[in-house]
């Protein structure tokens, strides 16, 4: 499916400009439209691939490039009164050619996690394209204003889009590696994630294509589509599971190995235990699969390893496990790779332990603010009163 990007702030810049590095790689296009939208001259500065024209300085009147720091109730008013500059850059899309935006930021900070729902609402209130976002939550250890500002934004977000996919940096950290390294791996595994399944919705388009191919209408029903004013179709979660095959290319070898290699069966039986694997291992947001309202397998890989009887297994697999009769299921051929592999997109998930740990900790934090400000004021009332003994200048 065609996506007109919005990276909004550091992650999401980084995320966005890596998404056009995945999209140039992969012979499917799915990038539109590019944008990265921050208060920050420096971070938009280091993007590679996101065009100079599309890369939107915000807030300049209040903190003149610099950033809004992780305040995020700033990022929020900068982007409400610099939303003509965005508009102006996403006037320059031709909006008629995409199925839906993706706005994408890290959710812990302050440009984007303040401005993206501000963005979401008003790209709701223009257009009739359906308005995705992609979250990023913070690591746990990031501490407490960042676990709060990813509360706020996400509690305001979910419900300005009309879906919120959702990445979790906790669940995809690993011990002992640095920040920079940690965060461009992640932001790979991320766009590996995403990118492949918006590429699978953008192959119908082609001449000669089989009807099990998912189509883009596929993705948008199961994500849920736009209605003017984002209706929170809830949230997304992803998972992916691969396995290497001989492909036919690699010519030796299959010309020895006997037909029946490539039977149904042995097919069929793949495709359904990569499906459970996707669905029960590690999830871009981890959650219960059983919770979800919606679903959709893809099945990739070579074509002559893929066949509708191993999606139709996985689809029903997906069904009893979720108990919805809302899941989709389609191929997106890859001719020549060697790996074949079961994309399971999960929508409308509601049991999902992180965000309920991630709004006990971000109450918390806001209490312990609220306090320590009210007793700073007490102190320093306290510091500066004399009691009526002494008068102020004026
Ligand atoms: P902003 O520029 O004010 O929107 O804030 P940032 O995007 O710098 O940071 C917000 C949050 O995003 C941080 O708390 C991190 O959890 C996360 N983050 C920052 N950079 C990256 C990145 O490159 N990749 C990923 N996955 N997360 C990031």
Redesign the pocket.
């Known amino acids: 499916m065609k996506l007109a990007l919005i990276g909004?702030?550091?992650?999401?810049g980084?995320?966005v400009d890596e998404f056009l590095a995945y999209d140039s790689a992969i012979d499917t296009s799915f990038v539109e439209a590019a944008i990265a939208v921050?208060s920050?001259t420096t971070?938009l500065q280091g993007l590679d691939h996101v065009p100079q024209k599309n890369r939107v300085l915000i807030g300049q009147a209040r903190v003149k490039g610099h950033?809004?720091g992780?305040d995020n109730e700033l990022?929020a008013e900068v982007t409400e009164a610099d939303i003509d500059e965005i508009q102006g850059a996403i006037d320059r899309i031709p909006v008629h050619e995409i199925d839906a935006f993706l706005i994408v930021?890290?959710?812990?900070?302050?440009?984007?996690?303040g401005g993206a729902p501000v963005l979401a609402r008003h790209l709701n209130r223009i257009y009739t394209e359906p308005v995705y976002g992609l979250g990023?939550l913070?690591?746990t250890d990031?501490g407490g204003i960042?676990t709060l500002n990813a509360a706020r934004s996400f509690k305001t977000f979910v419900h300005e889009v009309d879906n919120l996919l959702v990445?979790d940096?906790d669940a995809w950290r690993s011990a002992g590696e640095s920040v920079g390294s940690g965060?461009d791996r992640?932001?790979r595994e991320?766009v590996e994630r995403f990118g492949l399944l918006f590429a699978a919705g953008e192959v119908g388009h082609g001449d000669h294509v089989a009807e099990s191919v998912v189509d883009s209408s596929e993705i948008i029903n199961t994500l849920g589509n736009g209605n003017g004013n984002g209706n929170g179709n809830g949230v997304s979660t992803i998972g992916y599971a691969s396995e290497t095959v001989e492909s036919e290319s690699d010519g030796l070898l299959s010309s020895f190995r006997s037909e029946t290699e490539f039977d149904e069966g042995t097919a069929t039986n793949r495709m359904t235990s990569l499906v459970r694997k996707s669905t029960l291992g590690r999830l871009t947001l981890p959650a219960d699969a059983a919770s979800a309202d919606r679903g959709l397998v893809v099945a990739t890989g070579p074509p002559e390893h893929l066949n509708r009887k191993g999606v139709e297994r996985g689809r029903q697999w997906l069904e009893d496990e979720t108990g919805s009769m809302e899941i989709r299921g389609g191929d997106y051929p890859l001719p020549g790779e060697d790996e074949v592999g079961a994309i399971v997109l999960l929508s409308g998930v509601t049991d999902v332990p992180r965000i309920d740990q991630l709004q006990q900790v971000a109450i918390e934090a806001q209490e312990t603010t609220e306090n320590v400000r009210a007793r700073a004021q007490d102190d320093f009332a306290s510091l500066v009163d004399t009691g009526g003994e002494l008068d102020a200048l004026f």
């Open positions: 909004f702030g550091q992650a999401g980084k995320i921050n920050a971070d950033g809004v992780a990022g930021a890290g959710m812990g900070g302050g440009t984007g996690s990023v913070p690591g990031e960042y990445f940096n965060y992640i932001n991320i």
